[in-house]
Structures are given as structure tokens and as C-alpha cells.
């Protein structure tokens, strides 16, 4: 079984500051690791994922995503923040082949001017 | 890419009546197709997994009379909502795996917005 635990529901950064959202996830086989962004009323984009390889990351819009085995992490991070990052951030994992993405809570970025 | 079309995108609908959402993949496969129900300000909590040509699995909690799921074909899948109540009103998404090339992720279509009135 897998689970996913995202640390803050909300995030507040000051354009042009780091930010870092943070996520751990617990899996009982080897963990697909994927975060999405998702703006209001709207569905799920990707920004990266992990399956194997490279554990160094990089998405879209900047972002990049770390996967760290020993402290079951997968951090999202962009070096400076923009005004149009300001969404609901999902972690999600899955165990690979047809099992489904099981989701955490979500964090909710704002940003500031 | 592989693209999802999900529609309607909102639904206004009376309470007792039903509803379906249809879930199409335009440009793949699809062997394996999930549904999500969102609520607002929520996570994405998923509701049945729907492989093409045979029943849907639902999870704990969900009720497959109230939610029936159809998977007839490798690029579509429907939810319909029976007699909808209040609180059905959500925020659904579907989501599908790519039959040839599974590690290419999970596309998700654009949500449906369910209001029942």
C-alpha cells in the first residue's frame, strides 16, 4: 500500500524567493513519485515524476524535485518564485504498472508581491 | 502527449435525476481508467478503477449502484451518477493509463463539476 504526506497545507513565499514544498510517502514496493499542480476549477497538470533512474528531477516551469530513499522524501522546489505559481500543489505516488496515484492532502502556495 | 477529454465540464442537474460523465482518451489507448472525486479545498480521493471490458473496482465507502461506471471500449469510460443528491455535488475527475506504454504516467481530463440542486 502506498500513502502520501504532505507537510503544509499552505505555503506563503515572497515573489522571487525559494520555494520548497515538501512531501514524504511511505510504499511497500519501489514508489512512482509524481507532483501535480492544479489552479481553481480546473484538472491536474504534471509537473515531474520520478520512476527509476536519475533521482534529480526537473519538470516544468522550473521545478525540481529531489527523490530521497533514505528519508522517503520527494520535495518540490523552484528557485524563485513567480506570481503565476500561486495553486494547489499535489504529491502523489503509486506502486507503478495499472495501480492508481494515491494522493496527499495537497499545499496551497501563495505568493506574495 | 496524450490527451484525456472529459465532459461536461459543469453540470447543473435536480436532485433525483442522474448524470453521466464521459472520459475519452483522444490519441491512446487506454487498458486502465480511474475515477476521482474531489471536494472543495480537498484531495483527490479515488473512487473506482475501471479496466476496459470488465466490472469496475470500487473502494471502501463508495457505493457502485450510485456510481455506475462503464468501460466499453479502450479510449472511453463513463460515470453516471443515479439519483443524485446534494451531497454528490463535487468536483469529478477521471484519469487514464496508456495501454502501450504505462510508464508514461496518468493523464487526467479537466474535471467535471457536479451542482445538484
Known amino acids: 500500500a502506498q500513502s502520501v504526506t504532505q507537510l503544509g497545507s499552505h505555503v506563503s513565499v515572497s515573489e522571487g524567493a525559494l520555494v520548497l514544498l515538501r512531501c514524504n510517502y511511505s510504499s511497500s514496493v519501489p514508489p512512482y513519485l509524481f507532483w501535480y499542480v492544479q489552479y481553481p476549477n480546473q484538472g491536474l497538470q504534471l509537473l515531474l515524476k520520478?520512476?527509476?533512474?536519475?533521482?534529480l528531477v526537473k519538470g516544468i516551469n522550473g521545478f525540481e524535485a529531489e527523490f530521497k530513499k533514505s528519508e522517503t522524501s520527494f520535495h518540490l522546489t523552484k528557485p524563485s518564485a513567480h506570481m503565476s505559481d500561486a495553486a494547489e500543489y499535489f504529491c502523489a505516488v503509486s506502486g507503478g504498472g495499472n495501480t492508481p496515484l494515491v494522493f496527499g492532502k495537497g499545499t496551497r502556495l501563495s505568493v506574495i508581491a | 502527449g496524450a490527451v484525456v477529454s472529459q465532459h461536461p465540464s459543469r453540470v447543473i442537474c435536480k436532485s433525483g435525476t442522474s448524470v453521466k460523465i464521459e472520459c475519452r482518451s483522444l490519441d491512446f489507448q487506454a487498458t486502465t481508467m480511474f475515477w476521482y472525486r474531489q471536494f472543495p479545498k480537498q484531495s483527490l480521493m479515488l473512487m473506482a478503477t475501471?479496466?476496459?471490458?470488465?466490472?469496475?473496482?470500487?473502494e471502501q465507502g463508495v457505493e457502485k449502484d450510485k456510481f455506475l461506471i462503464n468501460h466499453a471500449s479502450l479510449t472511453l469510460s463513463t460515470l453516471t451518477v443515479t439519483s443524485a443528491h446534494p451531497e454528490d455535488s463535487s468536483f469529478y475527475i477521471c484519469?487514464?493509463?496508456?495501454?502501450?506504454?504505462?510508464?508514461?504516467?496518468?493523464?487526467f481530463g479537466s474535471g467535471t463539476r457536479l451542482t445538484v440542486v
Open positions: 520520478y520512476t527509476t533512474g536519475a533521482t
Open positions: 475501471s479496466n476496459e471490458g470488465s466490472k469496475a473496482t470500487y
Open positions: 484519469s487514464a493509463r496508456n495501454r502501450i506504454t504505462s510508464s508514461d504516467g496518468y493523464t
